[in-house]
């Protein structure tokens, strides 16, 4: 099982801080997502990092640093990643990666116009202070530079329809998270369209909306056989890129510094 969804099923009895409880999040194994979003990870920079080799990358959340770091590390002309928690950044640092502790993604430690990319991937939704953690990412890219901002999708399908039809709010989309969502660890919980509208209001440029991670079709005991997955899964995907806000697990926008 994923450790965030084991530790967010218990952390109240063991933790007391945000920090304490990505501390103990990282020291249990750290994130089940690495190979998904590693492999967006060069498609990102080829599109969006417009210097090349010239680019100054700023990864804000970088948790152990898997998922940009060593990419970025060989591409990049200069990777940072930033994290909350010390036990993070320790295994960070393992794979010689510059990473330091932060307190607040809404007071970065950086000059004005320090990057020309920055990442932040599934963070927002942990945050107390969005608007102000998205005027930073405004505040550290130069003029003309990228920032891509991913979160869980808040509206897609089945969400709408455990709430429509039981009345119940699944953040996660799984049982466990539609009987007990107190334990749910999220904070905020994001549209396309919320995501979107946070980053225009603190000046920041929206020049693409997407969306990844694929919602299954036919998630049915009686239905899950390689038969229906062959079936369902390329109906699935195509239905997450045509609408994203429907289909999509998580959903990204991609913003720049006017």
Not at 127 to 151: K, M, N, S, Y
Not at 187 to 208: C, K, N, W, Y
């Amino acid at each position: 099982m994923d450790p965030f969804v084991t530790l967010m099923r218990e952390y109240d009895d063991r933790v007391t801080t945000t920090a304490e409880y990505y501390d103990t999040y990282w020291s249990e194994g750290g994130a089940g997502y690495v190979g998904r979003e590693s492999d967006a990870v060069a498609e990102v920079f080829a599109r969006f990092a417009s210097k090349g080799a010239d680019t100054d990358v700023l990864d804000i959340g970088c948790g152990d640093g898997r998922v940009a770091g060593p990419y970025m590390q060989a591409h990049a002309r200069s990777y940072v990643g930033v994290d909350v928690s010390a036990a993070a950044v320790e295994r960070a640092r393992s794979l010689g990666l510059d990473a330091r502790v932060i307190e607040d993604a809404a007071v970065l430690p950086f000059a004005s116009a320090s990057f020309d990319l920055v990442l932040c991937f599934e963070v927002f939704e942990h945050l107390f202070r969005t608007e102000e953690a998205a005027a930073e990412i405004l505040r550290v890219l130069r003029p003309g530079g990228h920032a891509v901002i991913q979160v869980p999708n808040a509206a897609h399908w089945r969400a709408r329809a455990d709430l429509a039809l039981l009345g119940r709010f699944s953040p996660l989309g799984d049982q466990e998270s539609g009987t007990r969502p107190w334990r749910d660890p999220h904070i905020r919980f994001f549209t396309l369209d919320s995501l979107a509208g946070l980053m225009r209001q603190v000046g920041l440029r929206v020049v693409e909306r997407s969306g990844g991670g694929v919602t299954p079709l036919l998630d049915l005991p009686f239905l899950r056989d390689r038969v229906t997955d062959r079936a369902a899964g390329p109906v699935a995907t195509a239905l997450m890129r045509h609408r994203p806000e429907l289909f999509a697990n998580r959903i990204r926008v991609v913003v720049t510094h006017p």
